[in-house]
């Protein structure tokens, strides 16, 4: 019997999805459980499978082509099957965008608000089962995931896998890939030095004027979703600035007797943000229509820029329940595989609270969109060394100016300012973290 392969819904704010690249060829023989072809949707690329067995009779979505989710991508089933009312149940596909338009000159364009955060899902997901299951002596792990672990020369009996039942998935492998260890349990090697991207060629007397790109599916819903969050959400901000003095020598310490950690001022003021929402917890939580929900677990995102543009936050599940080493170890593991759109569902959903780090850019001060449902994001600019007054003498510090974004229907200005305040005193007082 012919089985359709439709385009899968990736996420809560997923409407629609881009093939990118079918893995199977039109008569190609096809496996239940195969990865037939590779779509890109809002937050990430991904592989779908098919529960089907015979051949692929025909595809219907082209490559580059967008479409709903739900909607019809290809078709399989025996090679002598009657498809036809399957082919003429399937919408049309929209024609490819074109990459390239030559246009007369346009007025420049207004510089666009800082992106919005895609939304997490209303409930968090367990973490991964930790430990390889086998049954039968066999490692239980998807075909997809087995032929990704044959090509990259990995042990699926040292990944841990996070699918049902312990089941190894294609994200259990990507992470041990970029680990180089058994999954979830190891410290990602450390990034080279940031080579920036060419620039663009020169313009040509007589040649175009400008290019468009096609946005893509992660473009398309940020897009959406900044329109949803500024709009309607009535936002307000408070700055505060952090002597990080403390937390620099916590840092250096830190690396100094273990170099492999490479503790990061970012992964100190994630850890600083969950024991923050712990003490206040009106801060975690979400404006709901008639009500305010606060949430009793700590869950915070981490904006990370993906490859090709866009942003993506992957979640530290229960964050005020690990050591600042886990939060280190996790945070690398996610951003690392976030930058190359390579994370699991339940790794970018969830969050209750969201921290933005543009200091490594060199930004000093912005004011960053909340994320919906969350009620509150910080936005967090470099540590500067800057002549400071202490005791009525000046001397050099190292400070930090953190802006928090708050939604005034669930957070008011004095609760901001009080978990500002928390904040504040944790990260000059780091202490706080061991406990």
Same mark, same amino acid.
């Given at each position: 019997?012919?089985?359709?392969?439709?385009?899968?819904?990736?996420?809560?704010?997923?409407?629609?999805?881009?093939?990118?690249?079918?893995?199977?060829?039109?008569?190609?023989?096809?496996?239940?459980?195969?990865?037939?072809?590779?779509?890109?949707?809002?937050?990430?690329?991904?592989?779908?499978?098919?529960?089907?067995?015979?051949?692929?009779?025909?595809?219907?979505?082209?490559?580059?082509?967008?479409?709903?989710?739900?909607?019809?991508?290809?078709?399989?089933?025996?090679?002598?099957?009657?498809?036809?009312?399957?082919?003429?149940?399937?919408?049309?596909?929209?024609?490819?965008?074109?990459?390239? $338009?030559?246009?007369? /000159?346009?007025?420049?364009? @207004? *510089? !666009? #608000?800082?992106?919005?955060?895609?939304?997490?899902? &209303?409930? %968090?997901?367990?973490?991964?089962?930790?430990?390889?299951?086998?049954?039968?002596?066999?490692?239980?792990?998807?075909?997809?995931?087995?032929?990704?672990?044959?090509?990259?020369?990995?042990?699926?009996?040292?990944?841990?896998?996070?699918?049902?039942?312990?089941?190894?998935?294609?994200?259990?492998?990507?992470?041990?890939? $970029?680990?180089?260890? /058994?999954?979830?349990?190891? @410290? *990602? !090697? #450390?990034?080279?030095?940031?080579?920036?991207?060419? &620039?663009? %060629?020169?313009?040509?007397?007589?040649?175009?004027?400008?290019?468009?790109?096609?946005?893509?599916?992660?473009?398309?819903?940020?897009?959406?979703?900044?329109?949803?969050?500024?709009?309607?959400?009535?936002?307000?901000?408070?700055?505060?600035?952090?002597?990080?003095?403390?937390?620099?020598?916590?840092?250096?310490?830190?690396?100094?007797?273990? /170099?492999?950690?490479?503790?990061?001022?970012?992964?100190?003021?994630?850890?600083?943000?969950?024991? &923050?929402?712990?003490?206040?917890?009106?801060?975690?939580?979400?404006?709901?229509?008639?009500?305010?929900?606060?949430?009793?677990?700590?869950?915070?995102?981490?904006?990370?820029?993906?490859?090709?543009?866009?942003?993506?936050?992957?979640?530290?599940?229960?964050?005020?329940?690990?050591?600042?080493?886990?939060?280190?170890?996790?945070?690398?593991?996610?951003?690392?595989?976030?930058?190359?759109?390579?994370?699991?569902?339940?790794?970018?959903?969830?969050?209750?609270?969201?921290?933005?780090?543009?200091?490594?850019?060199?930004?000093?001060?912005?004011?960053?969109?909340?994320?919906?449902?969350?009620?509150?994001?910080?936005?967090?600019?470099?540590?500067?060394?800057?002549?400071?007054?202490?005791?009525?003498?000046?001397?050099?510090?190292?400070?930090?100016?953190?802006?928090?974004?708050?939604?005034?229907?669930?957070?008011?200005?004095?609760?901001?300012?009080?978990?500002?305040?928390?904040?504040?005193?944790?990260?000059?007082?780091?202490?706080?973290?061991?406990?």
């Amino acid at each position: 019997m012919a089985v359709r392969v439709l385009m899968p819904k990736g996420s809560d704010t997923m409407t629609e999805g881009k093939v990118l690249k079918w893995l199977k060829r039109e008569g190609e023989t096809v496996s239940s459980g195969d990865a037939i072809v590779e779509i890109e949707t809002d937050k990430v690329d991904m592989e779908v499978e098919t529960t089907g067995e015979g051949v692929l009779r025909q595809i219907i979505v082209k490559e580059g082509q967008s479409v709903p989710v739900g909607q019809l991508l290809g078709i399989v089933g025996t090679a002598n099957e009657d498809i036809s009312s399957l082919v003429k149940s399937a919408p049309a596909a929209p024609a490819q965008a074109s990459k390239k $338009v030559d246009a007369p /000159p346009v007025a420049p364009a @207004v *510089p !666009p #608000a800082p992106p919005v955060l895609p939304a997490p899902a &209303a409930h %968090p997901v367990p973490p991964p089962t930790s430990g390889p299951v086998a049954v039968g002596g066999r490692v239980l792990a998807s075909p997809l995931a087995r032929r990704i672990a044959q090509e990259k020369g990995l042990d699926l009996n040292r990944v841990s896998g996070s699918g049902p039942g312990g089941r190894i998935v294609r994200q259990d492998v990507d992470r041990a890939a $970029v680990t180089g260890l /058994p999954s979830g349990t190891g @410290v *990602p !090697p #450390a990034t080279g030095t940031h080579v920036p991207a060419p &620039a663009r %060629p020169a313009y040509v007397p007589g040649g175009p004027e400008f290019q468009e790109e096609p946005l893509s599916s992660m473009r398309k819903i940020i897009a959406t979703r900044l329109t949803q969050s500024l709009g309607p959400v009535p936002h307000f901000y408070l700055t505060i600035e952090v002597d990080m003095r403390r937390a620099m020598e916590l840092r250096q310490s830190a690396n100094n007797l273990n /170099p492999e950690l490479k503790l990061t001022y970012n992964d100190i003021i994630v850890k600083a943000c969950a024991a &923050a929402l712990r003490a206040h917890p009106e801060v975690n939580a979400s404006f709901m229509g008639e009500t305010t929900r606060t949430y009793n677990r700590v869950h915070i995102g981490i904006a990370v820029p993906v490859e090709g543009g866009g942003l993506i936050t992957p979640v530290i599940h229960d964050c005020d329940q690990k050591s600042l080493q886990q939060v280190s170890q996790e945070a690398k593991d996610l951003v690392a595989r976030a930058r190359t759109r390579k994370l699991g569902p339940n790794e970018y959903t969830g969050a209750t609270f969201s921290v933005s780090n543009l200091g490594m850019m060199g930004i000093d001060q912005f004011s960053a969109i909340i994320n919906p449902p969350e009620s509150a994001i910080l936005a967090v600019g470099a540590v500067v060394e800057k002549p400071v007054v202490t005791d009525h003498h000046i001397a050099i510090g190292h400070r930090c100016r953190m802006t928090l974004s708050c939604d005034h229907r669930a957070v008011d200005g004095a609760t901001g300012a009080k978990f500002l305040q928390t904040l504040q005193s944790i990260l000059e007082n780091p202490v706080y973290l061991a406990f």
